[in-house]
């Protein structure tokens, strides 16, 4: 079966011109049937471009799609939401099958195929392959469109679906974009979309839920991928989505304190930590804590980020707020020194925008490495948060597992509050925790929904927690510069150091987890690269038992 016949056309389809002076101009299509477009006014589309034949081409429809050039040549433009496609050249007398978003070229003209737009309630949650069709039909045809993009975790996403079926208007559809993902296209202006973003936060807000929210308008991208990629990028974690559990070690004392001071300025922040230790945490604190409270705290992923993203105006939509550069080390070179012209314009220009950046990398030794540029590090560096991992501040993991069951229970509906017993503090806080906050609160969460009672013991814990011994003394340069090796018997080079720091974080998640799944997902990495790093490191790799 052809890429058309998928699609096949009903009444209600049409042609779209997206090119030429009668850009927008649109040709409704019958379901079956054959007709024609040219510069002749004899031609049932007729087009006036003087580079045009009288009689360009032939549509017809029989299941299919079909464009037959008549007269001249042109090209065929597969539908790629990528844009890597190349343009196909087309001889009279060739016809091609065209699938919705494909395009054709003949002269200045340029054609695409939009299949018909199915009235439905607004309950429906599409695909995210027709969502992008949808959209991409809007931004060809110059209509202002925004997308609102949403994540809620778990049960949360229950509640958003009940939110959605009230709140999205006809014309606004809904798709789902990913895991625990959900899309709405916002037909009109912009402020339509923000409003439909507050109203679903609030909603949300309300049940205890924990979300993100991001919105995108239509210039933000080239095609309709790109937009639905800015509004990810745009996400901001909902202020009142997870509430802070004050700290109560020592360790995080002078840390606080910092958080603090440093809200009252405008300097660039650096907060170094490990995976899942809270950073994100902090960065929403010094902004919720300083005086831009009030305006945008822009989350920017900077792992695999399109390297022109920062060119984007992210100055504009950020004004009077902050930038939150989450793994600032993972930009690319091009990234970096876009960052670079970013930070200084900013400066030069005086745009009233804040930066706070966040790593779990070693970045005065990745400038020495030459991965990082010297420049963007020092001019980030102008206030360092060093966050301890939760193994130097174990008087916080009791109170920061009592915070999360209140957490899991406000999200999934149970109606009481089950007590963790004394048992199941100390088995917790005996633990190594290579995963820091995040690996505690999924094991809180898996407590939670298995316990049957009002208390929450060590059998509901698992087996590699419920077992633990205490783990050793952490050595005073260890809570206070997190993340580095303390260890008396350092290897000879950076190289072996580095290594025997990643191998002994391996495999303490190895023992702490049941797969090597969750092991890798605990670490921050993909499965794939875990695997590798097994085999690089010389990690027996776990085998499945014969017969299984």
Known sequence: MSRSAQHAPVAGARLLVIRGPQAALRLALPAFGSLTLGRSPECDLHLQESDLPEHAAEVFLDYEVGVKLLQGSGEYVPFDPAGRSRPEPIAAGKTVDLAPND????GSVELTFVPAIREVGTHHVWSRAYLETKLQELLWAGTEVSVVRVRARGHALAALQAVLRNAVAPGELVGEVGPEQRAVMVPGPEARARALAKEITRALLDQGAELRVGVARGQDGADAAQVLEQASLHMESTSGATSVCPPQDPAMEPVMRLVAQVARTSAPVLILGETGTGKDVLAQQIHEQSDRATAPLVRVNCIDLPETFLEDNL??????????LDQVGGLSPRAQLSLGYLLEESQEREHDVRFIATSNQ?????????????DLYFRLNRVTLAVPPLRA?????????????????RSSGRRTVPRLTRAAAAQLEAHAWPGNLRELRNVIERAVLTAHDDTLGVEQLPVEISGDLPAPEMTAAADTNPGVPTSGARPTNLRDEMAALEKRRILEALETYPTQTEAAKALGIPLRTFLNRLDALGIARARKPMGS
């Open 103 to 106: 395009r054709v070229r003949i």
């Open 315 to 324: 100055l504009a939509r950020a004004t009077g707020g902050t930038v939150l």
């Open 362 to 374: 070693d970045l005065a030794r990745a400038v020495e490495a030459g991965t990082f540029r010297k």
């Open 393 to 409: 501040r174990r008087r916080d993991i009791a109170p920061l597992a009592e915070h999360f069951v209140a957490e899991v229970v």
